[in-house]
């Protein structure tokens, strides 16, 4: 599904007619493409911590154009802006203001990253009220900014540094072409668990990877970004949609499993499949979902309890069956497709909203359970995604539906894949029971 309304306010004429006319102003965004730069332009990490200088010394390892100190009217890649040693709200005001003498210097789709401590990890009220003032600033910013530029946190629990792994990971994510859709965001990273991330195209190496409902559709788009990254895969959907799933395991040289996944053996059959098949199973992407849309006042208990069943009490039994397994190996990791609905609701998706709510509470118990065997386990919420389901609301519906985010625009099957892909790597191993809204910032809602 084609966004032509984008493409053609992108240049020239278009661009002049929407701005004389008011009209949202979306802009092609910067996607991950093999080979090109993790960020074009220089990027300036901000903050004067000891947090700040080894951050920036990492970065400098990625051969990134690092800057301490901005160079007026120098266009930046991005900014960084480095907040770990909050005590008061009034310690905001230099750094912040700092940062703001150099935003109208940002490059076209540039990044801004906010690092800084998460609120619940202090008794101290002052301390707590600086740290939970990044996060209206961050999303306030995100708001401002223009031109496909994006605002994004990341919050270090007790245990995680502005260099472990999870930081580096989300850093790196956030930063690049994979993260387009994904703003106003925050990812907690909990721990200095997982894997440094490298600059390697196959983050994902020697990994077998199960997704399911992988016929079509965003499911589809994960098994093309898993294999990219050099997963080894499996792909389930339901026997009625064979044809496009051979289809799909041949693209990625999986193999297909045709199953019912709300059937009671689904997490044996997949565990099965997965070491008969391949000798082991080391991620699960529980993505398969359904609708079946009615205002409350007309639901039926059919409608309710197919949605319930599908999108969220099958999950959690292919969870229970994979976390009694002896066969899982070290460090399993589980990422679940919920939805914005989850978390903002919608009308007439009161089923719906329940599971993928369901969906987001599941995957915040099981973190603990999954991470005594060294594994993580998180939810992505894709917010309005342009496939086959939402080319099928009424056009106006739609426009008003796909711009009412900070992009001005909807998103794509592929950028939800790149953060399940990157929930799913070793190098966001420090983050789990989190939930990554990959949504444009959704200006509706929660
Ligand atoms: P889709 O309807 O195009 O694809 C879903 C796939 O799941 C289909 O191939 C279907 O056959 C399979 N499936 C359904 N029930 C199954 C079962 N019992 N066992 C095995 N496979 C089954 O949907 P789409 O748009 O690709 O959505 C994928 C996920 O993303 C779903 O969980 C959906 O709720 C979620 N989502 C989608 C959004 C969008 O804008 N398209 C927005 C937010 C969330």
Redesign the pocket.
């Known amino acids: 599904m084609s966004d032509k309304y984008t493409q053609f306010v992108s240049h020239g004429l278009g661009r002049d007619i929407a701005k004389r006319l008011g009209l949202p102003q979306p802009v092609v965004l910067r996607r991950h493409q093999p080979g090109r730069p993790l960020i074009d332009g220089p990027v300036l990490v901000q903050g004067s911590t000891r947090g700040a200088d080894s951050l920036a010394a990492a970065l400098l390892g990625w051969n990134l154009d690092v800057r301490r100190h901005a160079i007026p009217k120098e266009k930046l890649g991005a900014i960084i802006l480095v907040l770990d040693e909050l005590a008061h709200p009034a310690d905001l005001e230099k750094p912040v203001l700092t940062a703001a003498t150099s935003l109208r210097d940002l490059a076209p789709n540039a990044r801004i990253i906010t690092v800084s401590r998460t609120a619940a990890s202090t008794p101290e009220p002052a301390t707590a009220a600086a740290r939970q003032g990044v996060d209206g600033l961050l999303r306030s910013l995100a708001k401002e900014l223009r031109a496909g530029a994006t605002g994004n946190g990341i919050l270090l629990a007790d245990g995680a540094g502005t260099t472990s792994p999870g930081t580096l990971g989300a850093m790196q994510f956030f930063l690049s072409g994979r993260s387009a859709f994904v703003d106003g965001q925050f990812l907690t990273v909990s721990s200095a668990a997982g894997r440094l991330p490298g600059d390697a195209g196959k983050p994902l190496a020697g990994k077998v990877a199960v997704v399911?409902?992988?016929?079509?559709?965003?499911?589809?788009?994960i098994a093309r970004t898993l294999y990219r990254d050099g997963a080894t895969l499996i792909l389930?959907?339901?026997p009625?949609?064979g044809d496009?799933?051979a289809e799909v395991a041949n693209e990625v040289r999986g193999t297909a499993l045709q199953?019912?996944?709300?059937?009671d053996d689904?997490g044996q059959r997949i565990i099965e499949h997965a070491l008969t098949r391949h000798g082991r199973l080391d991620i699960v992407i529980?993505?398969?979902?359904?609708?079946r849309d009615k205002l409350l006042a007309n639901m039926d208990a059919a409608r309710w309890n197919a949605v319930i069943?599908?999108?969220i009490a099958?999950q959690l039994r292919i969870n229970e069956a994979l976390l009694a397994s002896e066969h899982l190996p070290d460090a399993p990791r589980i990422v679940s497709?919920?939805?914005?609905?989850g978390i903002a609701g919608n009308r007439g998706q009161t089923n719906?909203a329940a599971s993928?709510a369901g969906v987001i509470g599941m995957v915040r118990a099981t973190a603990p359970l999954i991470g005594g065997r060294g594994g993580s386990i998180n939810a992505v919420?894709?917010?309005?995604?342009?496939?086959?389901?939402?080319a099928r609301i009424p056009f106006a519906t739609r426009e008003v539906a796909r711009r009412l985010n900070s992009l001005q625009q909807?998103?794509r099957?592929g950028d939800?894949a790149e953060a399940v892909a990157f929930l799913a790597s070793d190098a966001a191993g420090g983050i789990s029971g989190e939930v990554l809204r990959v949504c444009g910032q959704n200006l509706v809602g929660a």
């Open positions: 399911t409902g992988a016929a079509r559709g965003i499911g589809a788009a389930v959907d339901i009625a949609a496009h799933l199953l019912d996944i709300s059937r689904a529980h993505n398969a979902g359904i609708t069943t599908v999108n099958a497709v919920a939805s914005t609905s719906y993928k919420a894709p917010g309005f995604i342009e496939t086959d389901m939402t909807g998103g099957p939800v």
